[in-house]
């Protein structure tokens, strides 16, 4: 069963601006990770946090997880029309991922 | 380095006849996954194998069959396809299983009239 799930569905902003997403999860996690796949295509991983870790950055990515309310935001700063993507976020269950469902991002220009 | 392959790209199937989806990868990873991704409803996790010799089920395994032929190469067989196959594939493959980063395949896309 998916662990994570993602808010919102959907975010349509303007070049330039700033996208945060949510994922909340149900159970205690050991790491937590961010994948994007582009339209039509496989997923990327874009970050991984771990249980002990409170933020993390990459590039225009900030990363930031809250175990106590057992969920993380993605930030994308100063977005691109390349970051139109859908964003999935990924967390750990018996040695396996567990997927949520996604954000599909929409940058335009 | 090409990373995790597949073949094929495109597939359609009538109800009833079978096919297997190819994985490969060059990153001498030892687990390899097999995902299905329908609208809506993310990845779902359909057999995985953790190490080479061994496949397990994940969340949605029924109608599928899996094979880890080598450490490269992890094949996924529909032995008798059904419309509530349609779905696009993914194969991935990590150095471990679990806590690790998953690379992922272009995928297949699958069609079942």
């Known amino acids: 069963s998916q662990q994570g799930e993602e808010d919102p569905q959907a975010l349509s902003i303007q070049e330039g601006e700033n996208a945060t997403m949510n994922c909340s999860y149900k159970?205690?996690?050991?790491?937590l990770q961010w994948y994007r796949q582009n339209s039509g295509r496989g997923l990327v991983h874009l970050i991984l946090i771990r249980s002990n870790e409170r933020e993390k950055h990459s590039g225009r990515l900030r990363v930031t997880l809250d175990t106590s309310k057992k969920s993380s935001s993605l930030l994308i700063t100063a977005s691109r029309a390349a970051d139109t993507a859908s964003y999935f976020c990924a967390t750990d269950y018996d040695y396996k991922l567990s997927f949520g469902a996604g954000t599909t991002v929409t940058v335009r220009a | 380095n090409a990373g995790v392959t597949q073949t094929p790209k495109f597939q359609v199937l009538k109800t009833g006849q079978s096919m297997t989806l190819q994985c490969a990868q060059d990153?001498?990873?030892?687990?390899m996954y097999w995902y299905r991704q329908d609208p809506g409803m993310g990845l779902r996790l359909i057999y995985y194998s953790a190490s080479e010799g061994t496949t397990d089920k994940g969340e949605v395994p029924n109608g599928y069959n899996v094979s880890r032929l080598n450490k490269r190469e992890f094949s996924l067989r529909l032995e008798s396809a059904a419309p509530s196959q349609t779905s696009v594939y993914f194969c991935a493959s990590s150095v471990l299983t679990g806590l690790e980063t998953q690379y992922f395949g272009p995928g297949t896309r699958l069609l079942v009239l």
């Open positions: 990153m001498n990873h030892n687990s």
């Open positions: 159970t205690s996690i050991n790491n």
